[in-house]
């Protein structure tokens, strides 16, 4: 049972674009909500995260947004670059335990 | 500063042959995972270590799979026989003991595939 949706699948966005991926949780122990970024034959690496008392987090191009009573959270990717294009996890943390969702593939057009 | 390290990286076996996994985490990590990565999907979780304690290993097939972190620091995981859909990514993780639980520094993986 995935605990965490995910949403698209994949996307293709023309450089200097915006990339926005989705995911919705359920469990409200949930108390992290961090972003991985993956490159084929790469393991995951720590974008962002945000807690959910911050409605939003921006970091350089990339910002979450964070809907606490829609239990809803959003990775946003502003003026898109063709080095971002790789798959990107969501993921909802708690007492330890980490659960991914199943990731967006970005691919960014030049 | 050295990242997780994993060996080795790619693996084939022929379906019930044992395969094992090797996992160096950074220096100063106590928290260790393994994870498994399928085709298209997210990292699950297997195992997690505290120190050379099992804390949580829940979702680890037992009567195949096993683990082990000798002396708190490198950790190997055993699949004793594979099967066809043992075919994965094995993902090695640490992370430092109390810190936030989401941040987590990940190996390059070890790709097995079983025929």
């Known amino acids: 049972q995935q605990q965490v949706k995910q949403s698209p699948q994949s996307l293709i966005v023309q450089k200097g674009g915006i990339s926005i991926i989705n995911c919705a949780y359920e469990n409200t122990a949930f108390d992290y909500f961090p972003w991985y970024q993956q490159f084929p034959g790469k393991g995951p690496a720590l974008l962002i995260a945000i807690r959910p008392d911050v409605s939003e987090k921006k970091e350089g191009r990339f910002t979450i947004s964070f809907n606490k009573s829609a239990k809803q959270f959003s990775l946003h990717i502003m003026d898109s670059q063709p080095g971002d294009s790789a798959t990107y996890f969501c993921?909802?943390?708690?007492?330890?335990?980490?659960?991914f969702g199943a990731g967006t593939t970005v691919t960014v057009r030049a | 500063e050295a990242g997780v390290v994993q060996s080795p990286r790619y693996k084939i076996i022929e379906k019930k042959q044992p395969v094992a996994f090797w996992c160096n985490p950074i220096?100063?990590?106590?928290?260790l995972y393994w994870y498994l990565q399928n085709l298209g999907q997210g990292p699950e979780l297997l195992i997690r270590?505290?120190?050379?304690?099992?804390?949580?290993d829940s979702q680890l097939p037992k009567d195949r799979f096993s683990a082990e972190r000798l002396k708190g620091v490198d950790s190997t995981l055993k699949i004793q026989p594979a099967e066809l859909g043992d075919s994965a990514v094995y993902l090695c993780?640490?992370?430092?003991?109390?810190?936030?639980?989401?941040?987590?520094?990940f190996g390059e993986g070890s790709r097995l595939t079983v025929l």
């Open positions: 993780a640490s992370s430092v003991a109390g810190a936030n639980t989401g941040e987590l520094f």
């Open positions: 220096s100063g990590h106590n928290t």
């Open positions: 270590y505290e120190n050379e304690e099992a804390v949580d």
């Open positions: 993921a909802a943390s708690m007492t330890y335990k980490l659960s």
